[in-house]
């Protein structure tokens, strides 16, 4: 069933400045590829939520936007509507309803996700932890004609979209130094962009992802599935 929704452009330098200035974050120099800074800036256009799980409760989901000739954005998709008076006349935002979809319609489509694994493993000590794994780029399957990432994108969307064709692939891990060095900071989030077109499978599961979301990290910019007709 389609469900209605907000959508917001948020430019990404008025995010930059809009967290500058606050009193409390003042101490801390942000950069656009910190993940709590993303979190941070997205969070803050909505009303303060008493419960800690605010952003999943009104699936608030974010995408990182770079389009050639535009300043960068976060295009942000929320069940509330943004509360940020400051901002009148610097970000877009309208509701929009989504879905009404077919089986067998074929769509373009642009998701972020998260695209690691994660692995029990035994330490030095003998203790069980948890080992996060990045999915690797190379080398292409020779039965699928998929990368490892494209098959990572296949198996997660497998019950909404069928018959994926990839266009783009963009990989970004925030966090770090551009020569791959930690950075300043609170954590290392790898964020992997895909551009492609499917076929709907099934029209419900498919509105399903789009409202609420595909995979982990959905907090730092993952998640976000939208869809355009053919």
Not at 1 to 16: D, I, N, R, V, W
Not at 51 to 58: G, I, T
Not at 144 to 153: N, R, W, Y
Request: glycine share 6%; with cysteine.
């Amino acid at each position: 069933m389609p469900f209605t929704t907000f959508l917001t452009k948020f430019p990404a330098h008025e995010a930059l400045n809009r967290i500058a200035i606050e009193k409390k974050n003042r101490e801390k120099q942000w950069n656009i590829d910190d993940p709590e800074f993303r979190h941070r800036a997205v969070m803050g256009l909505f009303p303060n939520f008493e419960s800690d799980s605010a952003r999943s409760q009104s699936n608030i989901l974010f995408r990182y936007e770079f389009v050639p000739g535009q300043p960068p954005y976060f295009l942000v998709q929320s069940d509330v509507p943004v509360v940020a008076p400051d901002l009148v006349g610097h970000i877009e935002s309208k509701q929009v309803e989504i879905g009404g979809y077919e089986s067998g319609e074929a769509v373009l489509f642009r998701i972020s996700l998260n695209t690691v694994t994660r692995r029990e493993v035994e330490n030095a000590d003998g203790d069980k932890i948890t080992k996060v794994v990045p999915v690797p780029l190379a080398p292409v399957n020779a039965d699928s004609g998929l990368t490892p990432a494209e098959g990572f994108v296949v198996d997660r969307l497998r019950s909404a979209l069928v018959n994926i064709e990839f266009l783009n692939h963009n990989r970004h891990v925030l966090g770090v130094s551009p020569r791959g060095r930690a950075a300043k900071a609170s954590k290392v989030v790898q964020v992997d962009t895909f551009d492609a077109v499917g076929f709907v499978n099934d029209p419900q599961e498919l509105e399903n992802f789009l409202h609420r979301g595909v995979g982990r990290a959905k907090a730092y910019g993952c998640g976000l599935l939208t869809v355009k007709r053919v």
